[in-house]
């Protein structure tokens, strides 16, 4: 990476990774898009940026590029700020925008050497395109043939061009098969690795679930949670769901009464629990069996996912895409 002045320098080694101060971004008189919005991410952090369609995410990505501006209020980003320091950001950032543009003639191959030229880095073009497994042969043809997979790949290439410390994603996976979806998480955990800081949108919850150490959740425009995804659990008080499945149903059944537990449904012989506090858990299989269940079956104990928290905090479903499956981390 080039440029660096010797004052940017000690400001590049601050601690946040973007540093977002009262922003608000109308569009005309009707529409506002982000709504006063304060957000800090540290270095090295993988950090989930969440919300429903049309919260306001892509608004505040663009105002981080200095794609649109502002309101009011102000960010930087990598100790740049971000509408006057712009040409610092871009050397630094590397972003996966929503509906990148490519140009439908040119060549993979061809953007990349643009990306590279434009940052002033010296990437190895085989290098970048082995990293996001789009075939060489394929790089040497125009983008407008490319499978939307392909091309989603390219751009995360182009993303990665010159190494850089902050990589923004909006929508990674949106159009990728299982294939793309799990590059996209071995690239956000290899650069959490080498403490490179991540700033995602993902409609995925679950696959932001497995790699975030926070998420931000945004509602029409305004931050409605900050925290990782365990702090979310306990500040909204669910916690687990204890599966059972039993000899025999007892009749006077009073797990209902155990200090921790939130709710109690029977389906056939399975029993289910929700529970706020840990000790809840065990303290269910005690009185099952003192009830007079006879013998546990089967059970199964589920911590409460990132797709109930984002219901319970926007009051929405979560997004299309966002019951596909992840493993976890
Ligand atoms: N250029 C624009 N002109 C007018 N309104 C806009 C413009 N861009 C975005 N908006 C509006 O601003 C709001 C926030 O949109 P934005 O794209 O930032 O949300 P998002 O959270 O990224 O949504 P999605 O998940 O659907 O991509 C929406 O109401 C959107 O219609």
């Not at 880095?121 to 990293?131: E, G, S, T």
């Not at 091309?151 to 996976?173: H, K, M, N, W, Y």
């Not at 289910?272 to 858990?281: F, Q």
């Not at 006879?294 to 966002?322: H, K, N, R």
């Amino acid at each position: 990476m080039n440029g660096a002045a010797p004052g940017d320098r000690q400001r590049a080694t601050g601690d946040h990774a973007i540093r977002i101060d009262g922003l608000t971004k109308r569009y005309g008189a009707d529409v506002l898009a982000v709504d006063d919005l304060s957000l800090s991410v540290e270095r090295g952090e993988i950090f989930g940026f969440l919300g429903p369609n049309g919260a306001g995410k892509s608004t505040t990505i663009d105002v981080l590029m200095d794609y649109v501006r502002p309101t009011a209020g102000e960010a930087t980003v990598l100790g740049f700020d971000a509408q006057r320091e712009t040409r610092a950001v871009h050397e630094r950032v590397g972003i996966l925008p929503d509906g990148y543009g490519l140009w439908d003639r040119l060549t993979g191959r061809t953007h990349l050497e643009y990306a590279i030229d434009l940052k002033g880095a010296n990437d190895a073009i085989d290098a970048l395109l082995d990293r996001v497994g789009l075939d060489r042969a394929a790089a040497d043809r125009p983008v407008g043939g490319y499978s939307k997979g392909m091309t989603q790949r390219l751009a995360l290439a182009i993303a990665l061009v010159g190494d850089p410390d902050l990589l923004i994603l909006d929508e990674p996976s949106s159009g990728l098969d299982p294939n793309g979806v799990r590059l996209v998480r071995e690239i956000v955990l290899e650069r959490a690795e080498r403490d490179k800081t991540v700033f995602f949108s993902s409609h995925i919850l679950p696959q932001v679930e497995a790699v975030c150490d926070r998420v931000a959740i945004l509602n029409r425009g305004r931050l409605v949670a900050v925290d990782s995804v365990d702090g979310l659990r306990d500040a909204l008080g669910t916690g687990a769901t204890v599966t059972m499945t039993v000899d025999s149903v007892p009749a006077n059944l009073t797990i209902d009464q155990v200090p921790g537990v939130q709710s109690v449904t029977v389906d056939g012989r399975t029993i289910r629990a929700t529970v706020d506090r840990p000790e809840a858990k065990v303290a269910v299989l005690d009185r099952v069996r003192e009830d007079g269940a006879g013998a546990i079956v089967d059970l199964s104990v589920e911590q409460s996912s990132l797709e109930d928290l984002f219901s319970a905090y926007t009051g929405s479903a979560p997004p299309t895409g966002a019951t596909e499956r992840e493993e976890r981390r």
